[in-house]
């Protein structure tokens, strides 16, 4: 049977331990790349980064002809620009699904995730910026008797 408790001070020492926090490790391929998938809306990104000079390539495409708006490129270098990493990693993405933008934001969140399976040490800056969370927003469905989502026909009294 347990032994009785004389003082409270007993008491405190029967304390379970505080759980460690979740250590993360690197994560790459035979042939040194890091692999990780980012989701937006209906985009699905697929990305690989290795050691390299920073060149950025969409579905075998540069990122200049692939995206060609401004904001969209700046989008997916967030990333890289957070975490001091311009220009040292060769990125190699395919998208597939939905438009430009949320395919932008897929390759941004496949590029975040991969970097901290490249460089665990990386998680912090970037959950801090947002990068690892998936933007979970999709269209709204469109519903009988309206006319898109949520606007209603227009109203008539006679």
């Not at 405190?12 to 980012?38: C, F, I, M, N």
């Not at 399976?117 to 990068?131: A, I």
Request: proline fraction near 4%; charge should be positive; charged fraction near 25%.
């Amino acid at each position: 049977m347990a032994e009785t408790m004389q003082s409270l001070d007993q008491l405190s020492a029967l304390r379970p331990a505080a759980p460690e926090a979740p250590r993360y490790v690197q994560k790459l391929d035979h042939l040194g790349r890091a692999y990780a998938t980012g989701k937006r809306k209906n985009a699905v990104a697929r990305v690989w980064i290795k050691r390299g000079t920073g060149k950025i390539t969409v579905n075998n495409r540069a990122i200049e002809t692939f995206f060609a708006r401004p904001v969209l490129r700046m989008m997916i270098s967030q990333p890289l620009v957070i975490s001091n990493r311009s220009g040292q990693y060769d990125v190699i993405c395919r998208v597939s699904g939905g438009g430009l933008s949320g395919q932008a934001g897929a390759v941004r969140h496949g590029l975040s995730k991969a970097l901290t399976n490249f460089e665990p040490e990386l998680r912090s800056v970037l959950k801090r910026g947002g990068f690892l969370t998936r933007d979970s927003r999709v269209v709204e469905r469109k519903k009988y008797g309206k006319a898109k989502a949520r606007r209603s026909f227009q109203f008539s009294k006679r």
